[in-house]
């Protein structure tokens, strides 16, 4: 199978199998926590994803026995003076959440250990997510005095409701991998050894899919988060529209006529 790594970054690890994207945080001493560099390699992947169009799936996950402990803690106590919060989300965090939910392609976050902070907002910013059960998830925020940040106010009350998500993000309690799978915040468990494999399949799985008609979903889903029920019904007339034109959309009907299994080209 063909496999490509990019060898360019210094904090994330890139490579592509069979039209999987797979990005690693990649500083496992620290628990792949966040820094200015961390944030600008993710957007400037991220970028690249959403220009090739091989890439069909994108998967997150982490180095080493965490998936991300959110910000960097120690290059916070190297900083001198007020620091501006509110420009680095705005500049380094918020767009690498919009372009998560941007991208017309599943994104599956691989979640290998325990995902903090901003490190669990970047798992639930990926639509879907597998947990080795040893995974635990850690709000973290309230601990430190901090508000949940990355999207984690938006993602956490829309899967949990609003008092669970309030308790969550207040309390700061480690959730288990078990914990996390009742409440719906992770789609599926695999033992730690089963992780890595158990994740391929269903990328690959993802990948092979009719793309664009999982793209044109995936628009329609987190529109219908704000949408009135009218404003969704033109919006799935709109987007059917381009769906039925897709050569995969009438791979996909000769398949069944004919009996077999459809062969998708993601256009
Ligand atoms: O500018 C901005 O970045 C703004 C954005 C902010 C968003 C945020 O993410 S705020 C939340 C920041 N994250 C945290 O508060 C989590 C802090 N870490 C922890 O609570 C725990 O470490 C964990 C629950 C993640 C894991 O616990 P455990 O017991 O498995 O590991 P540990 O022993 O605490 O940590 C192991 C090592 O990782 C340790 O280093 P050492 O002592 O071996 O040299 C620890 O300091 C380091 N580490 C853990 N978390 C971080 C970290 N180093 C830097 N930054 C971290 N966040």
Redesign the pocket.
Known sequence: MFRETVMAYETIQVETTACVRTITLNRP???N????RV?SELQSELRNVAKDKSVRCLVLTGAG??FC????????MERKGP?D?TE??RR??NPIISALKALEIPTLASIN?????????LALGCDLRIASTKA?F????S??G?V???GMTWTLPRVVGLSKALEIAWMGD?LSAETALQLGLVNRLAEPEELAKATAEWATALAKSATRGLGLTKRAMYAAMGNDLDTQLEYEAQLQGVAGRTKDYSEGVKAFIEKRAAEFIGD
């Open positions: 001493d620290d628990l926590s966040i820094d200015e944030t026995r965490a402990a959110g910000q960097d803690l120690k290059s916070v620091f919060f680095a989300l380094r965090y250990g325990v995902a903090a902070g901003a490190g669990w907002s635990k850690v709000s973290a925020f601990k430190i901090l949940p940040d990355s480690p």
